[in-house]
């Protein structure tokens, strides 16, 4: 163990002495363990930013909508469409309530305006969701994604219907410049439309805020405000208010059961299963690509490696001519350039790692600062156990290369030489 020891320190002196000679390897050493490492993280970062928000979704989610092929170009065909669809969902329904770990709720869709709350600078128009009393969180299918809406501050419990929860943008439309007291409720009018085609008023006390949903878009010299308000689901029959859609929001352990039934029942669904399927069938093509690429940069790197390490042995033929002269095995010299090898290209690869770290910290800011985006530094688990057998190959391989012909030196010809 000492004699180990002993030799590693040599070693150890040895890359220090020959600092030029291994300098001009480490360059080689450096670029190609950089770009290696910089190609994984930069794909599998371009992969995760581009669907972080999907792959934070549970794999149990779904959204049943409206029946498929169905002919909206007449009244009739409308009616007809809304029957067929509410009786395809109650078959499904009764199917759901047989399944264990899965629970569901419908909620409708329906459109208003708020006159009150506009003038020629300013439009606020509310998407309408009538949803069950009881609110907790249930996620939303927009954008072909699913996005949570939970509740931010106040009741999460619609005690009777003329109560409402809204977005936190909205909130703040409602509330800019006005000061809150205490015992005051903020309350605000909403315009319904009923299935006789009538249009009544009502007012609504706001009790609860949910995270932000609103969205903003500029047309002509006015700003129109897309806002979300949360509202009974009991006002529909209460008033014969008409909806645009109805969906059945489902989170269960057996998605793929539900949806080949909501298949089945050509019910339009929607699954955060599929989604998460698609993203890895993306991510799976991309483990050929890296490698390829891998297996290109060992065979060029492999190469480099062999010529540079020959160069750094003919410099030090006279150097191991002289210790096999004075005593030294076969054994000790393979030992000891192994262990050269060895530190050399650790050193590299933690020196590679540092540098495409800073790159990566680097291109984070620059996203952060000029393009507000919040850019997250990634590494799959793959492309890291592919980085870290790559490394240990080529360090050992060509360290036991480099340390085998450092005894194939014919001593008594380079003696004579020098």
């Given at each position: 163990?000492?004699?180990?020891?002993?030799?590693?320190?040599h070693?150890?002196?040895?890359?220090?002495r020959?600092?030029?000679?291994y300098?001009?390897l480490?360059?080689?050493?450096?670029?190609s363990?950089s770009?290696?490492?910089?190609?994984?993280?930069?794909?599998?970062s371009?992969?995760?930013?581009?669907?972080?928000?999907?792959?934070?979704?549970?794999?149990?989610?779904?959204?049943?909508?409206?029946?498929?092929m169905?002919?909206?170009?007449?009244f009739?065909s409308?009616e007809?469409?809304?029957?067929a669809t509410?009786?395809?969902k109650?078959i499904?329904?009764?199917?759901?309530?047989?399944?264990?770990k899965?629970?569901?709720f419908?909620y409708f869709?329906g459109?208003?305006a708020l006159p009150?709350?506009?003038?020629?600078e300013?439009?606020?128009?509310?998407q309408?969701y009538?949803?069950?009393?009881?609110?907790?969180?249930?996620?939303l299918?927009?954008k072909?994604?699913?996005?949570?809406?939970?509740?931010v501050?106040?009741?999460?419990i619609?005690?009777?219907?003329?109560?409402?929860?809204?977005d936190?943008g909205?909130y703040e439309i409602?509330?800019?410049?006005?000061?809150?007291?205490?015992d005051?409720?903020?309350?605000?009018?909403?315009?319904?439309f009923t299935?006789?085609?009538?249009?009544?008023?009502?007012?609504f006390?706001?009790?609860g805020?949910?995270?932000n949903r609103?969205?903003?878009?500029?047309?002509n010299d006015s700003?129109?405000?897309?806002?979300?308000?949360f509202?009974?689901s009991?006002l529909?029959?209460k008033?014969?208010?008409?909806?645009?859609?109805s969906?059945?929001?489902?989170?269960s352990?057996h998605?793929?059961?539900v949806?080949?039934?909501?298949?089945?029942?050509?019910l339009?669904?929607?699954?955060?299963?599929?989604?998460?399927?698609?993203?890895n069938?993306?991510?799976?093509?991309?483990?050929?690509?890296?490698?390829?690429?891998t297996?290109?940069?060992l065979s060029?790197?492999?190469?480099?490696?062999?010529?540079?390490?020959?160069n750094?042995l003919?410099?030090?033929r006279?150097e191991i001519g002289v210790?096999?002269?004075l005593?030294?095995?076969?054994?000790?010299?393979?030992?000891?350039?192994?262990?050269?090898g060895?530190i050399?290209?650790?050193?590299?690869?933690?020196?590679?790692?540092?540098?495409?770290?800073?790159?990566g910290?680097i291109y984070?800011?620059?996203?952060r600062?000029?393009?507000?985006v919040q850019?997250t530094?990634?590494?799959?688990?793959?492309?890291?156990t592919?980085?870290?057998?790559s490394?240990l190959?080529?360090s050992v391989?060509?360290?036991?290369?480099?340390?085998?012909?450092s005894?194939e030196?014919?001593?008594?010809k380079?003696?004579?030489?020098?």
């Amino acid at each position: 163990m000492k004699k180990i020891k002993k030799i590693f320190k040599h070693s150890f002196i040895m890359v220090q002495r020959e600092m030029t000679s291994y300098l001009l390897l480490s360059v080689t050493i450096l670029l190609s363990f950089s770009f290696l490492l910089g190609f994984f993280m930069f794909s599998d970062s371009y992969i995760y930013n581009k669907y972080k928000e999907e792959l934070a979704l549970p794999p149990t989610l779904g959204r049943i909508g409206t029946a498929r092929m169905v002919d909206y170009h007449n009244f009739r065909s409308v009616e007809l469409g809304e029957y067929a669809t509410r009786i395809r969902k109650n078959i499904l329904m009764e199917q759901l309530d047989e399944m264990d770990k899965t629970n569901y709720f419908q909620y409708f869709l329906g459109a208003s305006a708020l006159p009150f709350y506009q003038d020629q600078e300013l439009a606020i128009v509310p998407q309408l969701y009538y949803i069950p009393n009881e609110f907790s969180f249930f996620y939303l299918h927009d954008k072909k994604t699913f996005e949570l809406v939970y509740l931010v501050e106040g009741n999460e419990i619609l005690n009777n219907p003329y109560e409402v929860l809204i977005d936190q943008g909205f909130y703040e439309i409602l509330t800019k410049g006005f000061k809150k007291e205490e015992d005051s409720s903020l309350t605000i009018t909403l315009s319904f439309f009923t299935k006789n085609g009538e249009t009544i008023f009502r007012d609504f006390k706001v009790v609860g805020v949910v995270n932000n949903r609103t969205l903003k878009r500029a047309h002509n010299d006015s700003t129109i405000f897309y806002v979300s308000v949360f509202l009974s689901s009991n006002l529909l029959e209460k008033y014969n208010l008409s909806y645009n859609d109805s969906y059945l929001f489902v989170n269960s352990e057996h998605i793929r059961e539900v949806i080949n039934l909501a298949n089945n029942l050509n019910l339009e669904n929607h699954s955060s299963f599929t989604i998460l399927n698609r993203i890895n069938n993306e991510i799976r093509g991309q483990l050929l690509l890296k490698g390829i690429a891998t297996i290109i940069l060992l065979s060029l790197l492999g190469i480099n490696l062999y010529s540079s390490f020959n160069n750094v042995l003919k410099e030090r033929r006279f150097e191991i001519g002289v210790k096999m002269a004075l005593g030294a095995g076969k054994k000790d010299i393979i030992l000891q350039f192994f262990l050269e090898g060895i530190i050399v290209m650790l050193l590299n690869c933690i020196f590679s790692v540092l540098l495409v770290l800073n790159i990566g910290v680097i291109y984070k800011l620059i996203q952060r600062v000029f393009y507000q985006v919040q850019w997250t530094i990634y590494l799959s688990s793959y492309s890291l156990t592919t980085y870290l057998f790559s490394v240990l190959f080529l360090s050992v391989f060509f360290s036991l290369v480099f340390a085998y012909q450092s005894t194939e030196v014919e001593i008594v010809k380079h003696l004579k030489s020098e």
